[in-house]
Nanobody, 125 residues
């Protein structure tokens, strides 16, 4: 099972980026998928998830600025990030649960089964 993230880069504070996650060999529309991030020296934290029925959870730290969505036509999971702040600087990871496992309200890294390699986002002030 493979997940590949793309779209990371360097932006100034207040800017926007869109991350994408593409699965290899399977269709993510039927799976719980999520975005996590990890800054240097910090624990991995949940950013947002999209459930099998399309319902979404967004972490309080990014609510109102970030939005996750599934593009079923292109079989991708996207993360639209607006009004970026230096504190958003981190490696961003796409993750998924095995088939049949639903997303929960809590975004817990240990609850996810498959992970991508990550894409770096750097925000300068």
């Amino acid at each position: 099972v493979r997940l590949v993230e793309s779209g990371g880069g360097s932006v100034q504070a207040g800017g926007s980026l869109t991350l994408s996650c593409t699965p290899s060999g399977w269709t993510l529309s039927s799976y719980c998928v999520a975005w996590f991030r990890q800054a240097p020296g910090k624990e991995r934290e949940g950013v947002a998830s999209v459930n099998t029925d399309g319902t979404r959870v967004v972490a309080e730290s990014v609510r109102g600025r970030f939005a996750a969505s599934k593009d079923n036509k292109n079989n991708t999971l996207n993360l639209q990030m607006n009004n970026l702040e230096p504190e958003d600087t981190a490696m961003y990871y796409c993750a998924a649960k095995k088939y049949g496992r639903r997303c929960l309200a809590a975004l817990l890294p240990n609850d996810y089964d498959w992970w991508g390699q990550g894409t770096q986002v750097s925000v300068s002030s």
